[in-house]
């Protein structure tokens, strides 16, 4: 509470994100005493993972506390009144450059490994914080170079793998593929003209959610629009809106579209192999 408070006044423009992965951690430790409890976490996660929308997400969460007379659970209660800060549905909309808070490895903490630890003084921070620094900048020096002087290896012959081929880092290229790749499973369930220039289009996909023993797959209904004079689309897992990155539902549509070249605006400077990030120069 202290960091919320702080935050929202130093920093009154800023998103405070809490960490999703150690909140469902404490599922069992909260409700593990409750009468139906693995319904009630099945619920709970399927709310929170399954919901595209703040409306799915609200229609679901206010079923299973009803359906499980969980009203006066004072940690789901906390939750929900926060439920802005770490519920996917209320911040997929806001770009967070692939930092995501189920990812432990992409946290501050994986930056200073191997310099620092619990005993390292403010002192010796400050000439470890310049050493991991200079470290990061070589790392990046030098994939720059295997960016410029190499290629990754095409998948396909596809126009679309192409041009993210010729202008992104080899990391960015990676997980294009991966995207790539993953839309070749997929059937397009639902199609429907949603006016003369716009389309909308129903994905449907078996996604797997938690860890270890807690992990479920979910059946999700992912939804693309189209728009036939921009070739612009919209997906509401909202992979482009939050992590940069066109998602493979995105891309099954444009494929069955025969669009060989998306609009530039999915094709973000950040990630390109010409661009030199600011804190080389330090």
Known sequence: MAMKNAIEDIFPNTRHRWCI???MKKIPEKLNGCNAYENISWCMRRAVYASLTIKQFEDAWDMFIKKYELQSNTWL?????????WVPA???DVFWAGMSSIQRSENINAYFDGYVHSKTTLKQFVGQYENALENKVESE???DVKSWNTFIPLMTEDELEKQFQSVYTHAKVKEFQKQFFDKIHY???KSAKVDGIVSEHEINEWVTYGEGEEK????VAFTVDFNAETNETHCNCRLFESRGMVCKHQLFVWHQKGI????DKYVLRRWCKNVKMVHTKV
């Open 21 to 23: 992965w150690h909140i």
């Open 77 to 85: 209660e906390g939750l929900y009144l926060e439920r802005k800060r």
């Open 90 to 92: 209320y911040l997929n």
């Open 141 to 143: 020096n030098q994939a």
């Open 187 to 189: 059937i397009c369930d």
């Open 216 to 219: 479920k797959r979910i059946q």
């Open 260 to 263: 060989k070249r998306v609009p």
